[in-house]
């Protein structure tokens, strides 16, 4: 089980926003304040889309946004598009030079 | 640009071993850490360790220490991930990545191991 907690799978119809959830289930990452999200096509590598649990890299459209409350942290995709169907990965910083992974959430676009 | 270009897809028995190579070019090899991540088929990332290559200090997960290895040739800008006694479990695309903004922002294209037995 990993210790950050993803849901397996969530839906949206084009146009509408969605949210993923990452829960950190045990006291290994800390503050919590160095999540990042990324994006997974399939046969494809994944793709930084938010760091530092709000940032967005250049290039990442503005749809996708990240938050924090607690120990869960959320990515946001607004104005769903077809493109946005793909598997999305949380990743903390668990301290000691150590990083983990969410079990990923797989997006579909209806 | 930055780019990292892995060595390709494998086939290797159980209880062999397997060296995966990640060539960078676009930047200053020593400069940033090389991560690799690995993906079992339908599963998801796992994060497996770091490398400095300044130096060549490393940090494992602790389930791959003692059984993988991880090291660079400076002079080629390549860093390699070897893994031990390979298992079923091994079967995954391994993955090299350099931070950027994030600690995972450029990534390798993916190198698919597959262990047979």
């Known amino acids: 089980q990993s210790a950050l907690t993803q849901p397996a799978s969530v839906s949206g119809s084009p146009g509408q926003s969605i949210t993923i959830s990452c829960a950190a289930i045990t006291s290994d990452v800390g503050s919590f304040n160095l999540v990042s999200w990324y994006q997974q096509h399939p046969g494809k590598a994944p793709k930084l889309m938010i760091y530092?649990?709000?940032k967005r890299p250049s290039g990442v459209s503005n749809r996708f946004s990240g938050s924090k409350s607690g120990n869960r942290a959320s990515l946001t995709i607004s104005g769903l598009q077809a493109d946005d169907e793909a598997d999305y990965y949380c990743?903390?910083?668990?301290?000691?030079?150590?990083?983990?992974f969410g079990g990923g959430t797989k997006l579909t676009v209806l | 640009q930055v780019q990292l270009v892995q060595s390709g897809a494998e086939v290797e028995k159980s209880g062999a071993s397997l060296k995966v190579s990640c060539k960078a070019s676009g930047y200053t090899f020593t400069n940033y850490y090389i991560y690799w991540v690995r993906q079992a088929p339908g599963q998801g990332l796992e994060w497996m360790g770091w490398i400095n290559p300044n130096n060549g200090v490393t940090s494992y997960a602790q389930k791959f220490q003692g059984r993988v290895t991880m090291t660079t040739d400076t002079s080629i800008s390549t860093a390699y991930m070897e893994v031990r006694r390979l298992m079923s479990d091994d079967t995954a695309v391994y993955y090299c990545a350099r931070a950027g903004v994030g600690p995972f922002e450029y990534w390798g294209q993916g190198t698919l191991v597959t262990v047979s037995s």
């Open positions: 990743c903390s910083y668990a301290g000691s030079n150590t990083y983990l």
């Open positions: 530092e649990v709000t």
